[in-house]
């Protein structure tokens, strides 16, 4: 059942009408995640659709042939370790590797060609056996397709016959990859090195030819060759390992269990594991040997556990693979699900105890939760095709909090984490260049246009919608209706499949529902920023009362907009559950200009003397996109002294933890501690900025960091904005020289801060070599630079002289929506229709649509509230207190 809450007496029939609006939509999503579950089983081998696709140069494979088993061979001729001694010859890296597949093909259809996929290989020796009279088949050519296709074309002499059984031997080899893609090269000491496997969404193509797409599963065989004294891992067990000769060991694996070419993993380094047992479970965590010996996997090993046992309880369905997690000092996303093998960032895996933010524990928790959900929901049962990929990460996301909230329920961070997936969701879903959560196949063809797909709403939507489904159902008929064999259950065989998904997964966009208390009328409309449309999607009238809150529990995934007296009604006495709630929707429906800016800005008149975080997170995470407008003009002066007298009350609230450098014991308490130094500091509260900068000199003139590891990245950072040189490049000194991952992350984003442009322009150009960032660092700090509004022009020229180099590892989606969000002029408009035009934008085209938008959106909005909200904050926001005005 949905959750108890008060409502007016007018409420309970809106709610009604919003059940019958949502609920046929939704439940579909759990009976069709049970109907792929059965088509997609893991254990036989796909079937063929009932429609094939069309042949090349068509971007999906024909489905002429399947794979059913593939034994891979690989060696690979890197140096774990290049020390360099006076006097001693050291080897070079060698960043090649070689080897060849055996793939155990059926055919489905008769076909003289069989098309899979091969990417910057050398590939030689093609030899086709019908495994059934055990004859060799002529092979005539192979033709490489040089488009993005990545098709490898076997030509025979003779046809696949239907029903036959066939192996594809192929020798390749390739080079080891430097930039986080496909098989590549990690380096974590001076001097020491490792190759690890990142393949989703279309790379396994690179490590070796195969049939690379998700619907194409097959058991996987795998032996690495690899120097003697290194570990190799992989999806499975080894199965055998020998010495071969005196430089070589030889590593077997077991089969894996049936599953798609993104999952297949392995690494090749001299990490070491902690083990833990768990029930009848062996966990292995591994890192490198120095952070293993230290403890700072012990967190991690403490909790994986606990967040198996609930999947497998929730689910019903045991895990069967082996469980490795292995913290990367290099990797491009912050983890990746392999079956078997989970991959993070080290930042994502390892804590270290009194220089790890408290807060860091959570966000490992969440990290951990929403992998292990991946290995039902993904690896287990697997999307068709990526334009479904919100089934894999949306589920993922919200069962991560599900997670979390049930194993370790002492942080209670399910309904902060909820509600922030939900504003996500929001804004990314606001603009009409947006997407389904699940596009036509049609358009999701390249990989550049799979990689797009790996973005807010797939996560973050999907998340949003899920909790609303649940929210709606009742816990326990959602939870009956997700297990495996329950699609059947009563409350799910009256729904009409095809109608109901169309209206959440195949279009765009939510709705926001207007309530009249006065005419009693209530109608739905799409919401989005730009829209001047008239349409109404149904009406309903009857709906009187005194007041109406809507959406009680800000569960549902739609914004409310009410008339003026019940707006004046319930800014007055705003409900605590809701605070958040009604703060986002009004400055969104002042965005969208359905309601008054001075309505939006009057929803923060209560923060004064407001000390709870979800109200806070809200107001500032708003006013944001104020200050992203004004910062540059008059307005933001007096902006800021109406900030600065808000937070007064709630920095104070927070003060003797501060001063005192400790944190509340409250999670929720923890995060508003930060929030009140962040915008007290920002906004130039005298008191904040001498706490920051007294703590930090401290810092630097004692060589002792005393300042609390929860609160030190925000204090670094408002030290740093309020220094100059000394303090930058003495945070820059310890970035270079610490090895504690949390300080060193923190200090990264430190340096950012600071409001000298030459330093910004430095930190900015440092970004170019390896030495001094992370390629997988790259983004986050360039990022991080253009939400300073001194480096916000100078990240946008950085990105623009050096995009091929800054957007690897697919992240220029990412950096233009960072780089852009301040764009309100039809100047910068006239450069981002520049850039679109003349830069290859690959997997950030839908992001530079998005911005464009955006920014029209911006320059209009701009133009219409400037002097408004200048009136409002030059007179002390006198009119706030009349939303009639």
Not at 45 to 53: C, E, K, Q
Request: aromatic share 12%; with cysteine; net charge negative.
């Amino acid at each position: 059942m949905a959750k108890t809450s008060c409502m007016s007496k007018a409420f309970a029939a809106v709610f009604g009408i919003l059940t019958i609006l949502v609920t046929g939509t939704l439940v579909g999503m759990v009976v069709y995640y049970n109907m792929e579950l059965q088509k997609l089983n893991p254990t036989p081998p796909p079937t063929v659709p009932s429609t094939t696709l069309a042949p090349p140069p068509e971007m999906r494979l024909r489905g002429d042939v399947l794979p059913e088993s593939y034994k891979v061979f690989i060696q690979v001729y890197f140096y774990t370790r290049i020390i360099e001694e006076v006097n001693v010859t050291s080897p070079n890296q060698t960043l090649t590797y070689d080897g060849n597949v055996t793939v155990h093909l059926k055919c489905v259809k008769k076909t003289k060609t069989i098309f899979l996929h091969s990417r910057h290989q050398e590939v030689f020796n093609a030899t086709v056996k019908n495994r059934d009279s055990n004859k060799y088949l002529g092979v005539e050519e192979c033709i490489f397709h040089k488009d993005e296709s990545d098709f490898l074309e076997i030509v025979l002499n003779e046809a696949l016959e239907v029903g036959g059984n066939y192996s594809l031997f192929l020798n390749f080899s390739a080079d080891i990859n430097e930039y986080l893609d496909g098989l590549y090269l990690s380096t974590y000491q001076e001097g020491e090195y490792l190759v690890a496997t990142n393949l989703e969404p279309t790379s396994a193509r690179s490590v070796f030819p195969c049939f690379d797409e998700p619907a194409m599963k097959a058991r996987f065989t795998l032996t690495v060759i690899h120097r003697k004294d290194t570990i190799a891992l992989a999806n499975e067990d080894p199965a055998d390992s020998n010495l071969i000769g005196d430089d070589w060991l030889y590593t077997r694996f077991h089969p894996t269990e049936v599953m798609s070419t993104y999952l297949f993993a392995f690494t090749v380094s001299e990490f070491t594991a902690k083990k833990t047992n768990h029930l009848d479970r062996k966990i292995y965590t591994y890192a490198r040997p120095e952070a293993t010996e230290a403890g700072h996997t012990d967190y991690a090993v403490s909790i994986t556990g606990k967040i198996l046992d609930f999947y497998q309880d929730y689910f019903d369905i045991g895990y069967t693979q082996k469980l490795d997690q292995i913290a990367l000092p290099d990797l491009g996303p912050q983890a990746m699900e392999n079956w078997g093998l989970v991959m993070y960032q080290e930042g994502g895996l390892l804590y270290q105890e009194g220089v790890s933010s408290h807060l860091q524990k959570e966000e490992i928790s969440f990290l951990i939760a929403h992998e292990l959900a991946h290995q039902w929901f993904g690896n287990l049962v697997t999307m068709k095709w990526w334009n479904e990929v919100w089934l894999n990460e949306g589920f993922a996301t919200y069962m991560s909090s599900l997670a979390v909230d049930r194993a370790l329920p002492s942080l209670k961070v399910r309904d902060m984490f909820l509600a922030n997936q939900l504003h996500i969701a929001f804004e990314a879903d606001s603009l009409a260049s947006s997407h389904p959560l699940t596009p036509p196949a049609a358009e999701v063809q390249t990989t550049d246009q799979i990689v797009a797909l790996f973005d807010q709403i797939t996560y973050s939507k999907g998340s949003a919608v899920l909790t609303m489904l649940e929210d709606v159902l009742g816990e326990r008929v959602f939870h009956k209706g997700i297990k495996v064999g329950h699609a059947q259950s009563e409350s799910f065989t009256r729904v009409d499949i095809k109608k109901v998904m169309n209206t959440w997964t195949n279009q765009i966009g939510y709705p926001v529902i207007t309530i009249n208390t006065s005419s009693g009328d209530a109608y739905q409309k799409q919401f989005l920023y730009n829209d001047t449309s008239e349409s109404k999607y149904w009406t309903r009238k009857g709906i009187e009362g005194e007041w109406i809150l809507v959406n009680v529990n800000c569960t549902g995934f739609y914004r409310v907009n009410y008339d003026l007296d019940n707006w004046a009604r319930l800014l007055n006495d705003l409900p605590l559950l809701n605070r958040g709630q009604l703060i986002d929707d009004a400055f969104n429906l002042a965005r969208a200009k359905q309601v008054s800016v001075i309505l939006a800005l009057n929803s923060t008149r209560f923060l004064r003397n407001e000390t709870e975080y979800l109200p806070w997170e809200s107001a500032t995470r708003n006013l944001q996109y104020f200050i992203h407008m004004f910062d540059r003009s008059e307005v933001y002066g007096p902006m800021k002294m109406y900030l600065q007298n808000q937070v007064k009350v709630l920095y104070n609230f927070f003060k003797d933890y501060t001063d005192n450098s400790t944190v509340p014991d409250v999670p929720t308490s923890q995060f508003n501690q930060i929030n009140a130094i962040k915008v007290a500091c920002s906004n130039g509260l005298p008191e904040c900025l001498d706490m920051a900068t007294s703590m930090f000199h401290s810092w630097m003139t004692s060589g002792t960091n005393k300042i609390h590891p929860n609160l030190r990245s925000t204090i670094y950072c408002q030290a740093i904005a309020a220094g100059g040189q000394k303090e930058w490049e003495f945070a820059w000194d310890r970035f270079q020289s610490t090895t504690d991952l949390s300080e060193k992350y923190q200090l990264s984003e430190a340096l950012t801060c600071t409001k000298k442009i030459w330093l910004l322009n430095r930190y900015l150009g440092y970004t170019l070599d390896s030495e001094k960032i992370r390629l997988m660092d790259v983004s986050s700090v360039i990022g991080s630079v253009a939400k300073n509004e001194a480096g916000q022009a100078l990240a946008w020229n950085f990105i623009r002289a050096n995009w091929d180099y800054v957007s690897q590892q697919y992240e220029g989606a990412y950096l233009i929506q960072e780089v852009t969000s301040r764009f309100s002029t039809p100047f910068e408009l006239e450069e981002l229709e520049h850039f679109a035009t003349k830069y290859d934008l690959s997997s950030a085209t839908r992001a530079v649509e998005n911005a464009m938008e955006q920014t029209r959106v911006n320059i209009h909005w701009v133009n219409e509230h400037k002097e408004t909200v200048l009136d409002c904050v030059v007179y002390g926001f006198s009119q706030l207190f009349n939303i009639h005005s």
